[in-house]
């Protein structure tokens, strides 16, 4: 309802100014009092009403959008494929950079004279166009590869996904506001160019060169209407193209955008894992100096470290999202990591079924996951949906339906209140636990006596 207010408020605001402008138009044409000059807008609209009776117009304004579009589709998809080829190839960046910047700074003007030399009249257009919308598409998807999420990378790691699935589901998602960004961008820019273009390369039909003949036979009454009609279909392209981008943006659906293409590796049998002289440091920052610990098979180990003593490192040190500075990590067995990290990592654009669906479960497991979780009745909507505590459940039980033979598990029950906490707890924790070698990070003394066969304080001295 407010959303239909503002709207309506809006579009008085707009009628109101349109108004005032035209009254200003007439006022004008009035005290200059000659047409050639400046035509007032009841001559524009005869002028219109006569171009809208002439079949030809139709065609004029037809190749000019045809043209105006095509320009767009060809600078964004070599624009996008340019800048995912220069984000996975850092020498390809460079190589880029200068024709880039050349055509980003370059006049309108300077390129339409060369390609008039090299191109027909009707595709002059098309490949000024491409010229200018080029370097906006690849800087701003650029910038949008560049800021892919850190941490929902680690996430594609932990829970295996393809070079083809992390594309499709963290980095061009990821990249979506940038990708929107540059649409809006060029599809004003396309236009302008496409027009210049056409006035001076005289294509057969274009409204850009029926606007420069309204102008060479002193017509200015229809130079004028020329002038409304690119005005309002450039409007109209904006307000189209603008509404199909804002309908990318990240919305509840029912089913699963990942369809049966999750795949896991295999798990075999619980490891131990031996931890020998292990060092880290970040900066000048030792985090972990001289760490002997080993953790033994198929048991779950509660690690009970104070604050600051390398607990988190030292876990993404063994799931392998860390290089150790030196020491060892000796695993008996081929390790399957799963892993609740710190925080959630929900992917934000992916509903809660396809989040929890992440770990290679089927529809039954991660149903029956939900069921457990008491998360059941929000499967279908986003994570931005939620509370803090619902999304914790979310990675939680993503975690849990991981086929894995380690599972390192940072406060799993942070947020959680006791009463749900102990429900989930009985509820799944001997199942998911079966099996595996489980290591629990906490500063919580009563989950770590509930959860640990072995608890750690110090493990420094291990």
Excluded at 187 to 211: D, H, N, R
Excluded at 288 to 305: C, H, Q, R, S
Excluded at 412 to 417: E, I
Excluded at 437 to 445: A, D, K
Aim: proline residues 4%.
């Amino acid at each position: 309802m407010r959303n239909s207010t503002t709207r309506i408020k809006l579009n008085k605001n707009l009628l109101t100014s349109a108004l005032v402008w035209l009254v200003i138009w007439q006022v004008l044409a009035l005290s200059i009092n000659n047409v050639l000059l400046l035509p007032g807008p009841l001559d524009t609209a005869r002028a219109l009403l006569g171009m809208l009776a002439d079949t030809e117009f139709y065609m004029n304004a037809g190749w000019t959008v045809a043209r105006s579009l095509l320009g767009m589709v060809f600078s964004f998809v070599t624009g996008a494929a340019a800048a995912w080829a220069a984000y996975r190839v850092k020498p390809l960046r460079t190589i880029l950079a200068l024709p880039v910047g050349f055509f980003k700074a370059v006049p309108v003007m300077a390129i339409i004279i060369y390609v008039i030399l090299l191109a027909k009249a009707d595709w002059v257009a098309v490949i000024v166009c491409f010229f200018m919308c080029f370097p906006v598409v690849y800087i701003n998807v650029l910038e949008g590869f560049d800021s892919t999420s850190e941490e929902l990378l680690e996430v594609a790691h932990i829970y295996e996904l393809t070079p083809a699935q992390k594309r499709r589901l963290i980095y061009w998602p990821g990249a979506l506001p940038q990708i929107k960004a540059s649409i809006k961008l060029i599809t004003g820019l396309s236009w302008k160019a496409v027009v210049a273009a056409e006035v001076l390369s005289i294509p057969q039909f274009s409204l850009g060169y029926e606007m420069m003949n309204a102008k060479y036979y002193l017509e200015t009454e229809k130079l004028f209407a020329y002038i409304v009609v690119i005005v309002i279909l450039s409007l109209c392209l904006e307000k189209l193209i603008n509404k199909w981008a804002t309908s990318l943006e990240p919305h509840n659906y029912e089913g699963s955008k990942l369809g049966e293409d999750r795949q896991m590796s295999k798990t075999g049998p619980s490891p131990e894992i031996r931890i020998k002289n292990l060092s880290k440091s970040f900066g000048e920052k030792k985090v972990l100096d001289g760490v002997y610990i080993n953790f033994e098979a198929d048991k779950t180990t509660v690690i009970m470290e104070p604050s600051g003593r390398g607990k988190t490192t030292l876990m993404r040190i063994i799931a392998g999202l860390e290089t150790k500075d030196s020491g060892e990590v000796i695993s008996s067995r081929e390790l399957k990591t799963s892993m609740l990290f710190q925080e959630d990592r929900l992917i934000p654009w992916l509903n809660i079924y396809d989040n929890l669906l992440l770990s290679g479960g089927d529809k039954t497991s991660v149903v029956k996951m939900a069921e457990s979780l008491e998360i059941e009745d929000v499967l279908w909507k986003l994570p931005k949906e939620l509370s803090g505590g619902m999304n914790h459940r979310v990675a939680l039980g993503r975690t849990f339906l991981t086929k894995a033979n380690l599972m390192i598990l940072d406060e799993p029950f942070r947020g959680l209140d006791n009463e749900l906490k102990n429900r989930i707890i009985d509820r799944l924790w001997e199942r998911v636990t079966t099996d595996k070698t489980v290591l629990v990070v906490t500063h919580n003394s009563e989950d770590a006596k509930l959860l640990g066969d072995i608890v750690i304080e110090d493990f420094c001295c291990q």
